[in-house]
């Protein structure tokens, strides 16, 4: 699976999207080392702080299939911005425990801009355990 496609997986999760109140649609895409891909879009609710992010969903939809940390080789976003999408601050804490600092993330909107950066560029500083002490 390669990167452009992993994009279509995500855009295919957009399409999932539950977003009455924002009605800002996101998809998420999460390619494993094994092959498998999972996905994720968001969640919201009437009750606002309870809105899961595309990103989150499709981790922890993996995650619930039996995958752990250090599984994920890259993730694609995929939103209605201006240019790549910029996952929230949330996110990016779930990204680097579930990606590690090293999973690549795909961020792109849909002009098809595209940024390539890491969990771990993504959060510098960040409260990180490693896998093994965990
Ligand atoms: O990277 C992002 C940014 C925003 N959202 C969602 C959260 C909320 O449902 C809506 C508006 O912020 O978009 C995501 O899913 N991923
Ligand atoms: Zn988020």
């Known amino acids: 699976m390669n990167q452009q496609q992993l994009i279509q997986e995500a855009t295919q999760a957009r399409q999932k999207a539950?977003?009455?109140?924002s009605r800002f649609l996101v998809g998420a895409a999460v390619l494993t080392h094994d092959g498998r891909?999972?996905?994720?879009?968001?969640?919201e609710n009437a009750s606002y702080g309870l809105c899961n992010?595309?990103?989150r969903t499709a981790l922890f939809s993996a995650i619930a299939a039996g995958c752990r940390p250090g599984d994920f080789k890259t993730i694609a976003?995929?939103?209605d911005t201006d240019?790549?999408?910029?996952?929230?601050?949330?996110?990016?804490?779930?990204?680097?425990?579930?990606?590690?600092?090293?999973?690549?993330v795909v961020l792109t909107n849909l002009k098809?801009?595209?940024?390539?950066t890491t969990a771990g560029a993504l959060?510098?500083?960040?409260?990180?355990?490693?896998?093994n002490e965990r």
């Open 112 to 116: 098809q801009d595209v940024e390539i």
């Open 37 to 43: 891909v999972f996905h994720g879009c968001n969640v």
């Open 83 to 104: 240019g790549p999408i910029a996952p929230c601050g949330a996110c990016r804490q779930v990204m680097i425990e579930m990606g590690t600092p090293a999973m690549e």
């Open 77 to 79: 976003v995929i939103g």
């Open 18 to 21: 539950y977003a009455p109140y």
């Open 53 to 55: 992010c595309a990103e």
């Open 123 to 131: 959060l510098p500083g960040a409260f990180y355990l490693d896998p």
